[in-house]
């Protein structure tokens, strides 16, 4: 049996108070008086009903019989009706829509049927009711698959059933509780509804009964706004695209309404399927043929004939719409003649060339049709990356158009954009205008484009009064200056340049460029010392690149880059290395600035010159000594060329970096370090290990040697421009492997697997070719003798250089040894002198604190120095003793001399025996009365 259920409009009247309970049996027991009292007071009570069999409906359904059998069956539907107003409880609802399933079969002979299935389809539009909190996970399968039936019952031809599922599927979105709940049952949760739909996947079944409704306009228009719900979740987006839904609702956006809800709900739902599920798939769907010409009719319609504001931003939108699907290469724009009408429109205003695609056009200087010429602008830029589209880009004069705003701003006048808006209408132009110049060279010559831009450039850093108002993506970092028009009138000429075309260059040239360029970047450069700006640093960089363009292979452009253009690439090179990590662009800017030195300087001496009198090589090392793997490879170019220049060897000679450490030391540990990454195979000295691999790395040997056309490099010639070691090579064989100075005994084992290098590189070859014979060919006695030979030769050479490695290691060590005994000796030497000093200095303290030991001291003392006088007497000469009377120590005394009596023929006269006093007499008053006397 089924379950019971409780009407909810089965109320009991109240009674009188006159009247007794007791006298009606129909009503049970009597009350008490409380309770009489509650009764009386509460009109809505709840009385019971008799239940309905739902088993005992379905099988009278199933039925087939007389006109008094349907009667049967409409009142059963009205009694199951009435039963379940207040809402299907979840253990019934499959029960309720074999139901409806029922009765949507009977609708299609007997319409009597139609009013009961839309009060049922009515009741599933209120809220379930659950008896416990797991109902809702317990009956989930059960009541997805019900909610999916709705969309099933579309099939019944009325439109009125129709209406209602639609209705009843909105319902779910807006969910309101009954104002009587069933007793012991609570409604489910306000989302449940929309779950299970998404798990049954109803939204997929409306999509496909799109086409049951194809005719009928109101059907239609309330299936788009369930659909309009639906599509508010990824989980229903899936589901429809599943059904093809993009493509079934793009072409019934040319379809005929008045009230214009078709054109609307479809596009909603389109906008909803690109942000909710896989864009790809969606504009795959609306990249037919069909597709785009319902799209373009459309986009027509609304832009001839739209004048509200609600056409202008649904005509937008069909544009965005538009333009996702010219990003998709497979669809048919072309063909559909919508890229045609959407170039056209692009270049309207610019150009004014009468156009028969856009007769009876008007546009104004709204925001909505300030945002479509920005659209418009966007889908040149798409269209510029097809190749098919080019030559309709040439024929509708992109170019001419796009370089109307390569040109100095202008106050705008009342009927016209304003500042902000032209600002970014003028960016963005430009910044299109930079993917498609190179695409129309010729257009671009003839337009003089070369003239506006440099003209344009000119403006950018003049002391014109113009303050950027930096509003636009365009315009970011570009307010109260001109930083942004310089940055895209740059990109545009980057773009350009970048084709290495001769016309081009010669016209730029031609106009002073190079100059002009470079007082731009000096300009730049100046800016940024004040502050770091990644839009200066952009700038920067740019112009670097067009002036290595410009200069490559030409000596004459070089000598006009030089001075200035090195003054300004030795302040590049001496940028802080800290700022290479801070992601402004500071690591693009000196990668440019290097470039820009091996187009615009080597090759033209003047240039070399001036830059190694500027000590660019020192900074040059500099750089390298920052070990930067990066910056290694080209810098070690760069100085393998500048090496060409006799001077050069001189000033890498000179160098000197942290730690007194030379070029040549800095060279091998660099060596070292990509010999490390590259996993070639050491000892812990830095000897070769392996003599027939000896300069190898893991992954080389790891490759497989096939037999390969001699057209194609071998691994190991592939190898070589693969890491900087042949750059190194070049390098010291400029900077000679003789008296290199500063170098240690491990550097020298190094040394000498770089000065073998090619040999060894050599014999790499040469193992490849015997192998790929080996496996090809089966060779001759001589030719196998002979490649024997070559290969031990190579080997060989590997064994001489581990010997002669193996000998410096000796030296070394042996060296050492000498060092060290040296140095001990010296150690002992001082050990021996703070004996000495020790010894002295008890022997002062002995004599000092005993008087016996210090006459000991004494007498010796004055027995050595009379051992030390000479024996010999001195003829006719004074003698004067250098004794000091009564003196009592042992310490050498100074220098004295007693005078006995001077001689007679030394004064000219006898001595006066009168003692005279002894007066102080100043330096500076002698000096000053022998000046007098003189």
């Known amino acids: ?76 539907l009205k009694k199951v009706v009435k039963s379940f107003e207040n809402g299907l409880p979840l253990k019934d609802l499959a029960q309720i829509m074999d139901i409806l399933n029922l009765c949507a079969e009977k609708v299609n002979e007997q319409e009597a049927f139609i009013e009961p299935v839309c009060e049922l389809i009515k009741l599933c539009g209120l809220p379930f009711q659950k008896k416990k909190f797991s109902d809702e996970v317990n009956y989930s399968v059960a009541v997805s698959k019900s909610i999916a039936q709705l969309g099933c019952l579309m099939r019944v031809p009325s439109s009125q059933v129709r209406i209602q599922i639609c209705k009843c599927i909105i319902s779910f979105y807006k969910m309101e509780l009954p ?18 739909a998404e798990l049954g996947g109803l939204a997929e079944t409306l999509v496909l009964s799109l086409a049951l409704v194809e005719n009928q306009l109101t059907e239609k228009l309330w299936v788009l706004k369930a659909l309009q719900h639906l599509s508010n979740s990824g989980v229903n987006c899936r589901h429809m695209i599943k059904a093809q839904a993009a493509s079934r609702l793009c072409l019934y956006l040319n379809g005929t309404d008045p009230s214009g809800q078709l054109v609307f709900r479809s596009s909603e739902i389109l906008w909803n399927l690109l942000e909710n599920t896989s864009k790809e798939e ?16 459309i986009f027509v319609d609304r832009l001839i004939n739209g004048f509200r504001h609600y056409d202008r931003q649904l005509r937008n939108d069909l544009l965005v719409i538009a333009t996702l699907v010219a990003e998709n290469s497979a669809a048919s724009m072309i063909e559909s003649g919508f890229t045609m009408l959407l170039i056209a429109l692009a270049t309207f205003t610019e150009v004014k060339i009468p156009n028969p695609l856009l ?36 024929e509708n004069d992109v170019m001419p158009a796009l370089l109307y705003y390569v040109k100095p701003h202008k106050k705008p006048g009342f009927h016209d954009w304003s500042a902000a808006q032209y600002e970014e209408l003028q960016l963005h132009a430009i910044a299109i205008l ?34 950027g108002q930096g509003n636009s993506f365009h315009g970011t970092g570009g307010r109260g200056s001109k930083l942004a028009q310089m940055r895209y009138g740059l990109r545009v000429l980057k773009s350009v340049v970048s084709l290495y075309d001769d016309a081009v260059n010669l016209n730029l040239c031609d106009q002073g460029a190079i100059s002009q360029l470079l007082e731009i970047l000096k300009y730049a450069a100046n800016k940024l010392e004040q502050k770091d700006d990644a839009i200066l640093l952009e700038i920067q960089a740019n112009i670097l690149f067009i002036l290595s363009v410009l200069c490559e292979n030409d000596v004459h452009r070089k000598e006009l880059f030089s001075y200035e253009g090195v003054h300004l690439l030795i302040s590049f090179l001496q940028m802080d290395p800290k700022k290479l990590h801070s992601g402004l662009g500071h690591r693009r800017l000196l990668f440019s600035a290097l470039d820009c030195l091996w187009s615009c300087v080597i090759g033209c001496y003047i240039a070399e010159d001036y830059f190694l009198e500027q000590q660019g090589i020192f900074f040059l090392l500099d750089l390298l000594a920052l070990k930067q793997k990066s910056l ?29 450490q030379t070029a040549a030391k800095l060279l091998i540990q660099l060596w070292r370090q990509e010999e490390l990454d590259l996993g070639v195979q050491r000892d812990q000295y830095g000897r070769i290990a392996d003599v027939k691999r000896p300069i190898a790395g893991s992954f080389q040997k790891e490759q497989e040697i096939i037999p390969m056309p001699s057209s194609c490099p ?5 190898e070589i421009s693969e890491n900087i070691r042949a750059k190194l090579y070049s390098l010291l064989c400029k900077l000679g492997f003789e008296n290199l100075p500063g170098l240690s005994a491990k550097d020298f084992i190094t040394l000498a ?13 040469w193992s490849e070719v015997c192998t790929e014979l080996k496996e090809e060919f089966r060779p001759i006695a001589s030719d196998e003798e002979t490649l024997r030979v070559i290969s031990e030769v190579s080997e060989n050479i590997g064994k001489m250089v581990t010997a002669y490695q193996t000998e410096v290691l000796e030296n070394h060590h042996h060296q050492e040894i000498q060092e060290e005994e040296k140095a001990y000796t010296k150690i002992r030497a001082v050990h021996k002198q703070k004996e000495m000093v020790n010894k002295s200095w008890e022997n002062f303290l002995t004599r000092t604190s005993n008087y016996e030991a210090l006459k000991k001291a004494k007498r010796l003392q004055e027995k050595l120095i009379e051992a030390s006088k000479s024996k010999s007497k001195t003829q006719n000469g004074a003698v004067h003793s250098t004794d000091i009377k009564g003196l009592g120590t042992t310490v050498g005394s100074g220098r004295l001399v007693t005078v006995e009596s001077a001689p007679s023929q030394l004064v000219g006269r006898p001595l006066s025996a009168k003692r005279l006093p002894v007066k102080r007499v100043s330096f500076g008053a002698g000096a000053l009365k022998r000046n007098e006397k003189s």
């Open 434 to 467: 930079a993917s498609v110049a190179p695409l129309l060279v010729d257009k671009y010559l003839s337009c003089q484009a070369n003239t506006l831009l440099l003209v344009f450039l000119e403006w950018c850093v003049g002391q014109d009064p113009f303050f």
């Open 359 to 394: 007769e009876g056009l008007k546009l104004t200087y709204s925001y909505e049709d300030f945002e479509m010429k920005k659209l418009l602008f966007n889908i040149i830029g798409i269209f510029s990356k097809d190749p098919h589209a080019v030559q309709l880009l040439s």
């Open 714 to 718: 071998s691994f190991a010639i592939i």
């Open 632 to 660: 290694c490879n080209i810098i070690l170019g760069i100085l393998s060329e500048f090496c060409d220049n006799p001077k050069t060897i001189i000033h890498i000679s000179t160098w000197r970096g942290e730690k007194d």
């Open 282 to 297: 969606v504009v795959s769907q609306l990249s037919s043929l069909e597709c785009i010409h319902a799209l373009k009719e």
């Open 753 to 765: 697997i770089i000065r073998r290098y090619i040999d060894f590189k050599v014999g790499e070859v």
């Open 1 to 76: 049996m089924a379950s019971l259920a409780e009407p909810r409009g089965s109320r009991a009247r109240s009674r009188s108070p006159a009247r007794s309970p007791g006298l009606s049996p129909a009503l049970g027991p009597s009350r008490c008086g409380e309770e009489r009292r509650k009764a009386a007071s509460d009109a809505a009570q709840e009385t019971q009903v008799r239940p309905v069999d739902l088993n005992h409906a379905i099988k009278l359904l199933e039925d087939a019989g007389s006109s008094d059998l349907e009667d049967q069956q409409l009142k059963v």
């Open 179 to 196: 104002k009587k709940l069933l007793p012991g049952y609570q409604p489910t949760s306000a989302d449940y509804k929309i779950q299970m």
